[in-house]
């Protein structure tokens, strides 16, 4: 079945960046949008960035914007979230997320979840 897998995560300080990435297998990566949500302890997981299929539309939450990128590289099969200037609040369990189209992902329901991987940003 699909497989979305994480790498990246980890404990840092404020101000520190961290690059996540999401493996992506037995789907054709190159026709999914594709997106990275969060879910903090205690809270409902959120949206955090999507993008596209071909990578040209790209959008994130209010509060990243600026701060993280998000990107793909379709022959490698792989998304990635650059966070930079992390703070305390970013402090989440991250997940990849694919779906057929960009409203799909944009509602907060993709076709396929990938396990999550935590980051912990310290003050």
């Known amino acids: 079945q699909v497989q979305l897998v994480e790498s990246g995560g980890g404990l840092v300080q404020a101000g520190d960046s961290l690059r996540l990435s999401c493996a992506a297998s037995k789907l054709t990566f190159s026709s999914y949008a594709m997106a990275w949500f969060r879910q903090a302890p205690g809270k409902e997981r959120e949206f955090v960035a999507a993008i596209s299929w071909s990578g040209s539309v790209s959008d994130y939450r209010d509060s990243v914007k600026g701060r993280f990128t998000i990107s793909r590289d379709n022959a490698k099969n792989t998304v990635y979230l650059q966070m930079n200037s992390l703070k305390p609040e970013d402090t989440a369990v991250y997940y990849c997320?694919?779906?057929?189209?960009?409203?799909?992902?944009?509602?907060?329901?993709?076709?396929?979840w990938g396990q999550g991987n935590q980051v912990t940003v310290s003050s």
């Open positions: 997320a694919a779906g057929t189209t960009y409203s799909m992902l944009r509602s907060g329901t993709p076709r396929h």
